[in-house]
């Protein structure tokens, strides 16, 4: 699987960003996809889950009530809309996909497929 997120750039504190995960080569399978976010000096930590099978969602506390992880099956795109966004918001976000039929976690180590990632800058 082959991963390319878009849809990054700057937005000032309280604004809205939706980030875009194009998928390609072995997208009909069931899967994990998740989004992740790395801040310099910091740990990568996961953001957002979907299930692609039953599109179960799962997000990490700092952003639950203020995203959305969605997916387009038909595009083999995975969206990931982001609101009322905070300077602390501000890393590179990646979209990951673990291999098919596995559970999602929260573990970047778990996750085989790596998008190149996108900016996002919050001031």
């Known amino acids: 699987v082959q991963l390319v997120e878009s849809g990054g750039g700057s937005v000032q504190a309280g604004g809205s960003m939706r980030l875009s995960c194009a998928a390609s080569g072995n997208t009909g399978s069931s899967r994990c996809l998740g989004w992740f976010r790395q801040a310099p000096g910091k740990e990568r930590e996961g953001v957002a889950t979907?299930?692609?099978?039953?599109?179960?969602?799962a997000y990490t506390d700092s952003v639950k009530g203020r995203s959305t992880v969605s997916q387009d099956k038909e595009k083999a795109m995975v969206y990931l809309q982001m609101n009322s966004l905070k300077p602390d918001d501000t890393a590179m976000y990646y979209c990951a996909a673990r291999k098919p039929g596995v559970y999602c976690t929260w573990a970047s180590k778990d996750y085989d497929y790596w998008g190149q990632g996108t900016q996002v800058t919050v001031s």
């Open positions: 979907i299930y692609t099978g039953g599109s179960q969602t």
